[in-house]
Every structure is written in C-alpha cells, then in structure tokens.
C-alpha cells in the first residue's frame, strides 16, 4: 500500500471486468494494464513497485509502459491541493493520485472529471431519518395554541415603504395611496437591495415626468421596472487552481488541456519523434555540415 495521500484512485462509472478488456493494448501494456487493474484502492503504483511486483519488465520498461497506458486514456497522474483544516499548520498542502480507469477516455473525459470532482467521492446525505410518528394524545391534554408575540417592529414601515410614501411630499403629481406603496414596496426594495439609497430612488421617480400623472400607482410600477438598477454580484478574486495533471512520465504539473494523453509537451516529441520545423532545421543544418567535412577529405591537398 502507498503512503497516505498517494497510490491508485479509481476512476468512476467504469464498466465491469470482462475478458478483452485490454486487447487493444500492446502486450507490454496489456501486461502491466491486467495487474493494475488488479490492485485495490490506494495501493502503491509507481514504476519501482510495479517493476519489484513482476518478473517481465523493469523500471524503465514500466515507465515507458505508463507513458502509454495514458495516452491510451487509462491513466492519469494528478496533484490535489487541500486547504489546511481548523488547527493544523498553516500553509497548502498538495497530495498526489494516480488515477486509472479499465475503460479508456478521452482528454476531454479526464479534463471534465478533473475540473469536477478528483477526489471522487460520492456525496453523502446528510438527511436525518424521518421520526416514528407518535400516539395521538388525548385532545383535553392538548394546550391551546398560543399567539405568537406582537412584535413592536411590524407597527414601523420598512425604509422602501417609507420612501414610497414619501414622494408625494415631494412631487404631488406621484402622491400613492397606503395600497400603492404595499403593492410596489417589492420592488422598491429590490432597488435598496441593489445599492440604490432612498435619495437615488426618489430622484429617478421624479424626474422628468408628464405635465399631468392620472394613474401615480401605475406610473411609479412602470419605472420601477423600466430602470431597475444591474444586480450587483461580488467578484471573486481568481484563486489557484485545485487540480493540476502531472505528466506521466516526467511529473511536470500542468492543466489537463496542456497534456494530451498524460504526457507534456517534452515526452510527447521524444515518443512521437522530433518532427517540429526547428528539428527539421537541425537535421538539415547537420546534413550540410557532414556534406562539407566530405568534400574538404575529398579535395586535393597542398604540397
């Protein structure tokens, strides 16, 4: 088994062992897909342990065998961040997964699952069971109900009600009604809620208005829902991302989309080949180069 925080995670919704699972593997990767497979939870999965667990390959064999085990979307090696808990030491902690699904997924795949939930745990209910209905009592031994107390609070308008009500004072033309300002203290609150102060308010309603206001109840609606302020939504300041993707073969942390198939930029060109413009340019460049050591060995020399 791995050391806390370390060793094999499996992936979720992985479809039931069959035979053929992994046939479409190369045999050393088929291989070493079958006992990892095999493993439990959080057991130890690097290349010294599995290269010690069988007798075929040894640890540059198994490394390069990992290397191709995520690119075929069966593996994934992860850091997690975890924030310090209430009374531990200060500071971020990272822990270190190696992720393996039986079924094969694509980078997209593992970038969704990675970004949702790398720890894949499965939410528990927190619902208490419901209580065990009890006999009915006797109702002579039921208490009457009791009123809840009058709050003095309730007799005191709320601040949107207030400001409703005192617009006639200052633009007769928008004077309500007790059963206007009732009907439109939602709204007029939903502007306090939004940053707009009493006076802003009030101005906004009675500016520029029509010589004669017959309906003041509907007229105040209309703008209190024409020039509804923007909600205000707090910025959150950009924090560190909780995942990062480790490059199977070199470890280097990256997000999932800077690693295609587990392996960053570097291992992927020594596995797929220095096929890049600038490599080209070095193979050219080394070509001419042995071309004129041979014409210099080929031409005369001085007497």
Not at 11 to 37: C, I, M, S
Request: glycine share 8%; hydrophobic share 35%.
């Amino acid at each position: 088994m791995a050391k806390p925080g370390y060793g094999k995670r499996n992936a979720p919704d992985q479809q039931p062992p069959r035979p053929g699972d992994f046939d479409h593997l190369p045999a050393r990767e088929a291989y070493l897909a079958g006992l990892l497979d095999q493993l439990c939870e959080n057991a130890a999965m690097d290349a010294k342990t599995m290269a010690k667990a069988q007798p075929l390959y040894g640890q540059q064999a198994v490394r390069s065998g990992f290397n191709e085990l995520g690119r075929f979307g069966h593996l994934r090696r992860v850091r997690r961040r975890v924030e310090p808990a209430d009374g531990s030491a200060t500071g971020t902690r990272w822990v270190f997964y190696t992720y393996w699904s039986r079924t094969a997924r694509d980078n997209e795949w593992w970038a969704r699952f990675l970004e949702g939930d790398a720890s894949a745990v499965t939410a528990q209910s927190s619902l208490e069971p419901p209580a065990e209905p009890s006999d009915p009592a006797d109702p002579g031994d039921v208490p009457p109900p009791v009123d809840p107390p009058q709050s003095h609070d309730r007799a005191r308008p709320s601040t949107a009600y207030a400001t409703l009500a005192r617009l006639g004072l200052r633009e007769p033309r928008l004077a309500l009604s007790s059963a206007d300002c009732a009907a439109l203290e939602q709204s007029a609150a939903e502007w306090l809620d939004r940053g707009a102060t009493p006076d802003q308010l009030t101005q906004v309603l009675v500016a520029a208005l029509p010589e004669r206001v017959y309906a003041p109840g509907a007229f105040v609606r209309r703008r209190l829902v024409d020039k509804m302020p923007p909600e205000q939504r707090p910025t959150a300041e950009p924090s560190a991302p909780r995942v990062l993707m480790e490059c199977t073969d070199c470890g280097v942390p990256g997000r999932p989309e800077a690693l295609p198939g587990g392996l960053c930029r570097g291992c992927r060109q020594g596995v797929e080949g220095d096929t890049t413009e600038l490599g080209r340019m070095r193979h050219a460049a080394v070509h001419a180069r042995v071309a004129e050591v041979r014409a210099s060995m080929r031409a005369p020399q001085p007497v």
